[in-house]
């Protein structure tokens, strides 16, 4: 069995990231979404909450499952038995970080492979960012996130309002 492990933070999930997983799982024959701690970022959920939501996102796609993870990369890869990272790349700016981590993946673990995947055109924009400043300002989200992921994240947002 196939396995790649997608890591990010997801904070939170969007329809670009689910597009990533839906056509990665052609190509294996599971998809780990690994939600990443990543302290550094100071993401606005917290680590359960973007696992619960990365899993509401992804419920419907037949073998993925996600789990929280933190610590080095191919540590956990190799831990979950996956043979390959699946990457979503936007633009060339995505490429050049992403070809330096797989570089360097590849120089802890010869045995780890890298997949990358061209981002479907109509996300080709979208970032986390983007959504959670679009949902700052009260613009609509339907094109960019499940349901009730825009709503958790409406949520959030004002409750941090004064």
Known sequence: MLTGIYPGTFDPITRGHTDVIARSIRLVDRIIVAVA?????????????????????????????????????????????????????????????????ALLNRKLDSNLETLFLMASEEYSYLTSSMVKEVASLGGPLHDFLHPEVAQRLTARLHAFRP
Do not use: C, W
Request: net charge negative; proline share 5%.
């Open 37 to 101: 701690l990543n302290p550094g970022k100071e993401p606005l959920f917290d680590l359960a909450d973007r696992v619960e939501l990365a899993k509401i996102a992804t419920q419907d796609l037949a073998g993925v499952e996600v789990e929280p993870f933190e610590g080095l990369l191919v540590e956990y890869v190799k831990n979950r038995g996956a043979q390959a990272i699946i990457r979503g790349l936007r633009a060339v700016s995505d490429f050049e970080h992403e070809f330096q981590m």
